[in-house]
Each structure stands twice: as structure tokens, then as C-alpha cells.
């Protein structure tokens, strides 16, 4: 006992030594997702190329993370010195001048290979305040097995009622085999990044343009009347606690018909080593209604580095080391071409050997169908297409999520759950002054 | 308490006994077992999971992602850390309320423990910009204040009743003796209580290892414990039921080996003056 | 006999607490009663504006707040009532001879050791889930229809994981006062004929009552901050069904990073908390007195 614990302080003494002979350490907070781990398994290269800097992780689940992150940036705690954060933050945080500008990246880092729907999102002013390390939309994906035996073809552009009419075509609750399976987990990246977007294509929008909110629209009460029809009918039990982790394992499973969700998920479902179905699953563009909106929304994980970063210029080199071309040369070399961190640069999708990769041209379609600018079919005063980006989103949509949810889990019906949204809503954009 | 009992009826209270202990420990069986499976077992319908292969492989993947040691070394530091700065404010303290009460020992002895009825969640913030000035964000010293000052309450009462079992002749004949008072606390006193402040330490160890919001909120990475450890594995994507089945175990391991080996002195001092 | 010294001492000896205690309770107190009457988001710095009692009309006039009410008094008289009960029970079957006392005694203590986080988790995930979770596949061993637990009823399942950490410190406290008791009285009182059911309800209860209201107590001031659980398990819904006063506080300053709005709900908070502590001082004090 008393051994290992002498070997135990031995060798933190010697980290400690270890650490302080080097130049600098910066603190890198991220995501627990797949792509960022799998970043940290090939950090030797990094030391390699930057003997002289220390990278020290931080490695949390989304919410906690966002949590944490925002607490220190807008207190100027300083406990990190680059950020992993959402195409939310970037704009307002941008805005607050809490961010490093990344214009004078070097050269060869050439941020104009960007793909300009995610670069947009990220610059304000003339100035990029962050570098996308993977960019992602939301696609259809489905087993092409169970959809040939319901005798249907999915349509590479598919409309609502097509899905409707698939997943009755696909369910069998007998087998455990859900013909769609959406999220349903109440918060704002969570079941409303959904909703928003598939609302999106319904014509609906959150505010109008004096920020009245519009959930007492009819256009609101379709897009939720159909979302609950499909999952009640065709989609797993529990859905009202299902996120895209879930649902990624349900379809993994070889449980779900359908799915509709981020792009970034075609590498998961298509990995042999984990999923059941690798070698049975189609994309297709998100849903339509006709209305010339698809209900695909527009996200991406950026590095961003705070201004009170003491360590500036180690940070941006790791900042631009993680979201270089040679990244994902990196990563193809190690983990094959399907595991490159998708849909950030142009480069990669003009690379024939990704284009071998069978979700490569669907990402990349539907990330440039998405319009953060003009989301939905009329005018709206808020940047982004799943999220609003003012500071006071996170709360409301997770409050409206919490209500969608409950009438997925069938607490509430859809007019109930309509009714409380628009009423909270605003109440919020009262209690923050945007209307009177 | 040794009451004659027919073996009939012992038999039959064994089966209930084990029946009922197991049920109530299986959840931690469970992920033990989860942990040395891969993570496409582990989602299996039971019967499946326990015909399945065995492996270490998770462990050597958790390990791999994030160093479990230092984590485990900052819990340490921290609980023990708190736990014994708790113990040097509350004994003399306890010794004061016990021995020397006032009209008001029994109010201040509830304001204390109603100081932990604060939320908070609702004074993170308050807090997060003190230690932002102070420097101790992410720092095990900053950690130790706040558990010290969280769990001093608990650990001032736990005290309190035992040194409250002590008849204070024992201490009289001692300061009658010529014992000054440091003598009467150091020499007297707290051999006698030794029972009773080690199972306070045990408690105190237990409630500061598993405490998640603080620990959590005000540590980055050099003083991240377990509790942050296991953060980073909450619903990650893909599967995760075996990862997060050897995270776990890797956190509770050494809280509940510790509990085990010290059951008697947490039993027989886990009373906080119920018994009389 | 206390000395005119030895009271001085003990004065001296007493404050380092108390002046620590005060200013761990004053400081941020007083920061968090000042932020109440801000208007203070974190995200919008350089906005912070008097307004008076705006936050609080906020908070209290929340369509959640009611619901958190009931919810934090579900939750913590639920709690109470399963681990006092099945404590109480517990503390009989472990106080009877068996074999392998030890041994099961050390099972039934051990999720007292489990982390919070851990156990919402592994509970939520590997028990609850109504696809994957055990108790699913149980039902669809037997033909049923997997419950979804934290769907349907999810403040009784957060009750229940909560309920299964504390009941091994209600029963250990409970086992430790039983072992106590005067085993002289409980065999007179056999000898007079007095059946099983009547010597635990006038001799056992009545011992028992003191160590129930200190588990009654000490527990209560541990879950009415019960945070974690929540979070990891259903983030307080579907809707608001299982929000605490605590959560909404969470979801007011670090999901709203309204710092004055989560200020106010703090406050609102603290004197609730501080009616149930004198309530519970009231109950305590007559249990206790000597």
C-alpha cells in the first residue's frame, strides 16, 4: 500500500519535472465526441511538429462542457486557452470580444479553402473568430434492406410524406424494427435542432420580424401534429428521452428504418466495428414540404481561443495544426479516408479518394442547402438555422424543448404544449426587452 | 445481540438476508460485470452479457484516454485534504459545544447545519468570481477550502455528539491533575474520541470523494478529480455502456474498498447522537 | 462546572468555525442578494441595470415554479418515506442471526459509496433504459412491454435511484440504535407473552424514533439540494415534471446564465430552506433534547 502510494507521488513529481522543462502548456476544453478523441490519440504529431508546447485536455459531455466553457469566458476565469464551441457561440461571443481573431492564420493554413456556408457562420465584421474542426448538416439516413422489402425507393430528395408513408412501411414493433427514429430529449441542440429545422421546411419560424414568437402558427402546429404522429406511431418507445447518442446506438442496433440527423453520424453508422447495419444504409437529402426549404440544419464544432488567453500564439498553433489540410492527411493515414472530421474544408471534398467515401457528396450537398442567413420560407430577424443567435436561446429553446418533449412523452397534448411554448417565449423576450 | 434462534429460522432469515443484500448491491455487480465486456456485449440482453466474452480491453481503453491516476491522486488529495482541515476547525469547536455550553450552543449548532441548506447552484457564480480573483480556479487548494467549508457543519455535529458521550468528570479529574488545556484536548480528550473522529473522517472522505457539483464546476484540468473523470464519459457518441461501466468502477473502486475495510469504525461512530 | 477560563476558552476554540462558517455563508450571500436585484446575464456584460424586484416577480411568477415546489416536496418526502421505512426494515433483518452477517452487510452499505453522477448514470443507461436498459429486457423475457421509466414517471424514478443511495445510511443508523436497545426488555416483554408485532410497536419504534428523526434530518438537508441525479437523468422534464426548486435555479444562472434572475431564485431558495430547517429544528429539538 504505502509502496504504491510512494510510486504514485514519484511519479507525479516526475510529470511535474517533465512538464516544467518544456515551454508552455495550454488547456484545450472539448467535446467527448468521436472526432475530438480520436484527435487526442494522434497528438503525437503535434508534439512532433511543437516539441516546445504542452497540450493538456479537458474533456467533457456537451452540456457540462458548455456549460463550464461559458462560465469562464464571460467571467474571464482564463482556465482555458482554446475553446471547442458551436456555431451558436461564435457569432454572439465574437460580437462580446471575447474572441482571438484568426485572420493572420498563416498562409498555408489557407482558410479560404473553408467551405464558405460554415466560414460565413464563423466570421463577424470581416473576422474569423474560429476554425471549424468538423461541419455537419442533417441528412436521411436508412436501411436500404428493410426499405427493399417495403418495396419502396427512397428518392435522393425525399418529402415528408414520403417518410411518413416509408416508416409505416418499415415498422415492426414485433421485431423491434422502428420505422423512424428521431430525437426527441429535451434542449435546445438536442430535440430542437430538429424541430427547428423540420419546421424550417413546414414554413414555420421562431419570431417574426418584430421578435413576436410564432409558435400560436399553424404552421408551428403541423410541423409538431406530424413529428408526434410519426413517433407515436413508428418510432421507439422512450423516444422523449432520446438524443443523438441514442438514437445512433438504436440504429446501430439495426432498430431503426429511418433516421434523420447530423451528417457526422454516416461515419458511425457505416463502421463496421460498431454497427450491426454497415453495409445496409442510404442517405438522402432532409425532408421537404414543398415549400423550398429542406429541414436540414447547419452546424459546426469550431477551436476558438479566448481573449484572455495568455498563451496566444501556442494556442493558434494548435488551432491551426487541428483544423489543417495536413489534419486530415493525418487522419486518413491512420483511421482511413471515412474518418476524416468531415465538412469543413473544399479541399477535401474535391479529393477523389474521398470521394470513394459513400456520404462525401450527401454531406456536402446538404450543408450548402442550408442557409444560416435565411432559414425558413419568410423573413426572419435572427441569424441560424436550427438555433436563434441571441444569448438568450440556450434558455428559451431548452424551455420549449422541455415542452415538445413532454408532449412526445405524452404529459401534454400538442396545443397544450404549443400554448406554453409561445407563452414562455414571451415571456422571455419580454423579461429581456426585445418586445414590449 | 446474540438471541437464541432455531436453525430453521435461521436458514430462512439467511435467504431473505441475502436475497435482499444482493438486490441492493447488484446495480454495482452489474457494471463490474459491464466493464469486461466490449461494448457491443455489453448492450445484450443479460443472459447474453454473462455467456459473453470476458476482456480487459476497456480498461486499457479508458486508461489510454485519460489518465486515471492523476485524477485519482487529486480526489485523494482533495477529500483527505478537506477532511482533515475540517477536522482541525471542528474538534475544538465540538470540544467548546460539549463542554463549555452556552444558552446558545444548540441554535448556533443548528445555524451551522442550516448554512448547508444554501443551493449551490445559486451561488456558483459569487463563488467562480472570488476564486477567479483569488487565482484558486482549478487548483486542489481551492478545492480543499470550499469541501472544508461544506462539510464543517456535518462534521462539527458528528463531533459534538460524541464528545458529548464523554462524561466530562473524566476531563475535571484530568484539569484537577494540574492538565492545562491544550493537554486536556490533546492527551485526555482525543484518544477518547478517537472512535468516533474516525468514523467522521470516514464519512466526511466519502461525502467529499463523491461531491460533484464544486469539484466539477471550478476545476479546468490539474485539479480535475474523478468526478470530472467520469464527466467525460456521460453519453458520449456511440456505444458507451462498457466504457462508461469501467470509468465508473475505476471511481467508486477505491471509495467503496476503503468503506468496506472500515465498515465497523463507520457503523459503530454513524450515529450522530441517534443512540443513547 | 465551567471555569470563567475555560468558558474563554472555549469561546476562543468556537470561533474559528463560526467566523469561517459566517463568511462562507455572508460573502456569497451577500453577492448573490446584490446580484438579485440586478439585471445581469452573463452573455450581455456591460448591461448590469438596477431593477429593483423585477427578478424576483420573474422567478416566482415562473409557470415552473409551482411545479418545482411540489416536485422538491415529492422528491424529498418520497426519499424519506422509502429509506426511513425500508431502513427500518432492513435494520430488523440484518439485527436477526444469520449466516454471512458481515458480508451482507457490506452489500447493502455499498451504494452509500457510489457516487451520485455515477449511479444516475449507470441507472439511467444500464437499468431504465426502455431499449437497452436490464429492466426492458426483463420485460421482454416475460412478454411485456418495456417500461419507460424516466418517460413516464420520471420524478418516481429519480425518487427511487436517489431512494437507493440513502437507504443504506437510514438503515445503518437505524441498525446501529436497534443494536442499542436494552435486549433484557425486548425478553421480558417475550416472556410476557407480548407477540412479535406488539413488542416492535411499544418497545422498537419507540427507541427507534430518535435515530429516525436524525436520518429524517440529515437527510433532508442533503436532498433538497439533490442536483446531480436530475441533470444526468431527464434535465428536469418531459416539461417540468421532474424540475426542483434547485434545478430551476441551475437552469435560471447556468443554462439562462441569468446571474440576477438565478440570484433571485437562490434567494427565494435559501428562505425556503430556511422555513423547512426551522420546522425541522422544532421537530429535532424536542426529539433530541436529552
Not at chain 1, 356 to 373: G, H, Q, R, W, Y
Not at chain 3, 99 to 125: C, D, H, Y
Amino acid at each position: 500500500m504505502t509502496m504504491t502510494i510512494r510510486a504514485l507521488l514519484g511519479a507525479c513529481a516526475v510529470g511535474a519535472l517533465a512538464t516544467a522543462a518544456t515551454a508552455e502548456t495550454i488547456t484545450v476544453a472539448t467535446v467527448n465526441n468521436g472526432d475530438m478523441i480520436r484527435m487526442q490519440g494522434l497528438m503525437a504529431d503535434f508534439e512532433e511538429k511543437h516539441p516546445d508546447i504542452d497540450v493538456e485536455w479537458v474533456t467533457l459531455e456537451e452540456n457540462v462542457l458548455r456549460q463550464r466553457v461559458t462560465t469562464d469566458i464571460a467571467t474571464k476565469g482564463g482556465q482555458y486557452d482554446v475553446l471547442t464551441i458551436g456555431t451558436y457561440e461564435v457569432p454572439i461571443w465574437g460580437k462580446q470580444g471575447w474572441l482571438v481573431s484568426l485572420n493572420d492564420l498563416p498562409a498555408e493554413y489557407d482558410a479560404d479553402d473553408i467551405l464558405p456556408a460554415i466560414r460565413n457562420g464563423l466570421t463577424i465584421d470581416g473576422e474569423l473568430y474560429a476554425a471549424p474542426f468538423y461541419g455537419e448538416s442533417s441528412m436521411v439516413m436508412y436501411r436500404t434492406d428493410l426499405m427493399e422489402q417495403a418495396g419502396l425507393t427512397m428518392p435522393e430528395a425525399p418529402t415528408w410524406d414520403f417518410i411518413k408513408e416509408a416508416a409505416a412501411a418499415m415498422t415492426d414493433k414485433q421485431n423491434e424494427v422502428y420505422g423512424i427514429c428521431l430525437r426527441g430529449k429535451a434542449g435546445w441542440g438536442e430535440n430542437m435542432a430538429f424541430l427547428t429545422a423540420m419546421a424550417n421546411s413546414y414554413g414555420a419560424r421562431w419570431f417574426d420580424m418584430d421578435w413576436q414568437p410564432q409558435f400560436d402558427g399553424e404552421a408551428w402546429k403541423a410541423t409538431l401534429t406530424d413529428y408526434l404522429d410519426l413517433m407515436n406511431n413508428y418510432g421507439p418507445p422512450g423516444a422523449a428521452n432520446n438524443g443523438f447518442n441514442e438514437n445512433l446506438a438504436l440504429f446501430q442496433q439495426g432498430k431503426c428504418g429511418m433516421w434523420i440527423d447530423a451528417t457526422v453520424a454516416a461515419s458511425f453508422v457505416t463502421n463496421a466495428a460498431e454497427s450491426t447495419v454497415a453495409d445496409k444504409v442510404g442517405f438522402a437529402l432532409a425532408p421537404d414540404k414543398g415549400l423550398g426549404k429542406r429541414g436540414n440544419w447547419l452546424w459546426a464544432w469550431n477551436l476558438a481561443i479566448p481573449a484572455g488567453s495568455q498563451k496566444v500564439d501556442a494556442a493558434k498553433a494548435f488551432v491551426a495544426w487541428a483544423t489543417s489540410k495536413d489534419y486530415l492527411a493525418l487522419v486518413a493515414e491512420e483511421e482511413g479516408w471515412a474518418n476524416v472530421p468531415p465538412g469543413t474544408r473544399t479541399s477535401l471534398y474535391e479529393n477523389p479518394e474521398y470521394q470513394k467515401v459513400p456520404f462525401a457528396n450527401m454531406t456536402l450537398e446538404s450543408i450548402n442547402a442550408a442557409d444560416p442567413t435565411a432559414p425558413t420560407v419568410d423573413e426572419v430577424p435572427y441569424v441560424g438555422v436550427q438555433f436563434v443567435a441571441i444569448p438568450e436561446f440556450q434558455g428559451i429553446g431548452t424551455a420549449v424543448g422541455q415542452q415538445f418533449s413532454a408532449a412526445l412523452a405524452g404529459t401534454v397534448s400538442a396545443e397544450q404544449a404549443l400554448q406554453s411554448a409561445q407563452q414562455l417565449t414571451e415571456r422571455e423576450m419580454k423579461k429581456a426587452g426585445y418586445i414590449k | 445481540m446474540a438471541r437464541a434462534a432455531s436453525p430453521r429460522r435461521r436458514a430462512v432469515t439467511t435467504v431473505i438476508a441475502w436475497a435482499v443484500g444482493l438486490a441492493i448491491f447488484f446495480p454495482i455487480l452489474w457494471i463490474v460485470i459491464l466493464s469486461f465486456k466490449s461494448e457491443g456485449d455489453a448492450i445484450r440482453p443479460p443472459l447474453q452479457v454473462l455467456t459473453s466474452a470476458w476482456t480487459t480491453h476497456t480498461y486499457a481503453e479508458v486508461q489510454e484516454r485519460s489518465d486515471y491516476f492523476r485524477h485519482f491522486m487529486n480526489s485523494v488529495i482533495i477529500s483527505f485534504g478537506s477532511t482533515l482541515a475540517a477536522l482541525a476547525i471542528a474538534i475544538p469547536a465540538a470540544w467548546s459545544m460539549a463542554f463549555v455550553p452556552g444558552r446558545r450552543t444548540k441554535d448556533l449548532l443548528m445555524w451551522m447545519l442550516s448554512t448547508k441548506m444554501l443551493p449551490a447552484v445559486g451561488v456558483l457564480v459569487p463563488i467562480y468570481l472570488i476564486f477567479r480573483d483569488t487565482g484558486l480556479l482549478d487548483t486542489r487548494t481551492g478545492l480543499v477550502i470550499v469541501l472544508t467549508m461544506i462539510n464543517l457543519p456535518i462534521v462539527v455535529w458528528m463531533l459534538y455528539t460524541y464528545f458529548k458521550e464523554i462524561p466530562s468528570e473524566i476531563l475535571e479529574a484530568a484539569r484537577m491533575d494540574g492538565a492545562g488545556l491544550r493537554d486536556e484536548l490533546l492527551y485526555v480528550l482525543t484518544p477518547m474520541a478517537v472512535p468516533g473522529i474516525a468514523s467522521t473522517l470516514l464519512l466526511n472522505v466519502i461525502l467529499a470523494w463523491n461531491e460533484a457539483f464544486w469539484t466539477l464546476n471550478l476545476t479546468a484540468s490539474k485539479a480535475a478529480p474523478l468526478t470530472a473523470f467520469i464527466a467525460s464519459y456521460s453519453s458520449p457518441e456511440g456505444l458507451f455502456y462498457a466504457k462508461l461501466s469501467a470509468a465508473s468502477t475505476l471511481a467508486i473502486a477505491p471509495i467503496l474498498i476503503l468503506g468496506w475495510f472500515s465498515q465497523k469504525q463507520l457503523v459503530r461512530g454513524l450515529t450522530f447522537g441517534a443512540v443513547k | 462546572m465551567a471555569t470563567q477560563a475555560s468558558r474563554a476558552a472555549g469561546r476562543l476554540m468556537l470561533s474559528p468555525a463560526v467566523i469561517l462558517l459566517l463568511a462562507w455563508m455572508i460573502v456569497p450571500l451577500a453577492m448573490t442578494l446584490y446580484f438579485s436585484f440586478l439585471r445581469y446575464n452573463l452573455l450581455m456584460p456591460g448591461m448590469e441595470e438596477w431593477t429593483g424586484f423585477d427578478n424576483y416577480t420573474y422567478f416566482l411568477t415562473d409557470p415552473a415554479f409551482f411545479d418545482a415546489l411540489t416536485n422538491t416536496l415529492l422528491l424529498v418526502v418520497g426519499v424519506l418515506l422509502i429509506t426511513t421505512v425500508g431502513g427500518i426494515a432492513l435494520a430488523l433483518l440484518l439485527d436477526q442471526p444469520f449466516w454471512g452477517q458481515g458480508i451482507v452487510r457490506v452489500l447493502v452499505i455499498a451504494p452509500f459509496f457510489v457516487m451520485p453522477t455515477v449511479s444516475a448514470l449507470v441507472w439511467k443507461n444500464m437499468f431504465m433504459n426502455p431499449v437497452n436498459g436490464l429492466f426492458a429486457h426483463l420485460a421482454k423475457a416475460l412478454g411485456l412491454q418495456p417500461y419507460d421509466f424516466l418517460g413516464v414517471a420520471p420524478l418516481f424514478s429519480i425518487t427511487l435511484i436517489v431512494a437507493w443511495q440513502w437507504l443504506p445510511f437510514a438503515t445503518l443508523i437505524l441498525l446501529t440504535a436497534l443494536q442499542s436497545l436494552d435486549s433484557e426488555q425486548l425478553e421480558a416483554a417475550e416472556m410476557d407473552g407480548a407477540s412479535a408485532l406488539s413488542r416492535f410497536r411499544h418497545i422498537m419504534l419507540p427507541h427507534l424514533a430518535r435515530a429516525a428523526t436524525v436520518v429524517i434530518l440529515i437527510q433532508t438537508i442533503f436532498l433538497l439540494s439533490t442536483f446531480a441525479e436530475i441533470l444526468v437523468t431527464t434535465n428536469g422534464g418531459p416539461g417540468t415534471a421532474s424540475t426542483t426548486l434547485t434545478y430551476l435555479v441551475y437552469v435560471q444562472s447556468l443554462l439562462q446564465f441569468d446571474v440576477g434572475g438565478g440570484a433571485a431564485g437562490g434567494i427565494v431558495a435559501v428562505i425556503l430552506a430556511n422555513i423547512v430547517a426551522i420546522f425541522l429544528m422544532r421537530m429535532i429539538g424536542r426529539n433530541l433534547e436529552t
